[in-house]
C-alpha cells in the first residue's frame, strides 16, 4: 500500500526549474524527519534533502544551494524547490519519511519506513 505520492516530476532544460511535491496522510507526515532520494540509471539512490519537523534541513553537497525543501502544512506535503537544474540532476526522485528519526536527519541518513514511487526528473542540457 503506498503511503507516499509524489509529483511534480517532467522535462527541463538545463537551468531550469521544477517544484515536486509529497502528499503524506497525517500519520506519516508528522514523522520527525522527511526527505528526497533520487536514483539516476546505473547508479544507486542518494540522498538529496531531509527536513525534520521543527524545519531544520540538510542536503548533499551537489544540490546545496540550488535545491529548498519545505513543508506545506495545509497540503500535508513536503516539497522540494528545484532551481538551476543540472543534467546531473536527471534521475527518479523519492519522497521518504523516518517518523522517529531525529538527531540523524540527515541526507545520509537510510533508516526511512515510508516510501513513495517516485517521479521522475529529466534536464536535458
Known amino acids: 500500500q503506498v503511503q507516499l505520492v509524489e509529483s511534480g516530476g517532467g522535462s527541463v532544460q538545463a537551468g531550469g526549474s521544477l517544484r515536486l511535491s509529497c502528499a503524506a496522510p497525517?500519520?506519516?507526515?508528522?514523522?520527525?524527519?522527511m526527505g528526497w532520494f533520487r536514483q539516476a540509471p546505473g547508479k544507486e539512490r542518494e540522498g538529496v534533502a531531509t527536513l525534520r519537523s521543527d524545519n531544520w534541513a540538510s542536503y548533499s553537497d551537489s544540490v546545496k544551494g540550488r535545491f529548498t525543501a519545505s513543508r506545506d502544512l495545509a497540503k500535508n506535503s513536503l516539497d522540494l524547490q528545484m532551481n538551476s537544474l543540472k543534467p546531473e540532476d536527471t534521475g527518479m526522485y523519492y519522497c521518504?519519511?523516518?517518523?522517529?528519526?531525529?538527531?540523524?536527519?540527515?541526507?545520509?541518513?537510510?533508516?526511512?519506513?515510508?516510501w513513495g514511487q517516485g517521479t521522475q526528473v529529466t534536464v536535458s542540457s
Open positions: 521518504a519519511a523516518a517518523p522517529t528519526l531525529w538527531y540523524g536527519c540527515q541526507y545520509g541518513a537510510t533508516d526511512f519506513a515510508y
Open positions: 497525517g500519520h506519516i507526515y508528522s514523522s520527525n524527519c
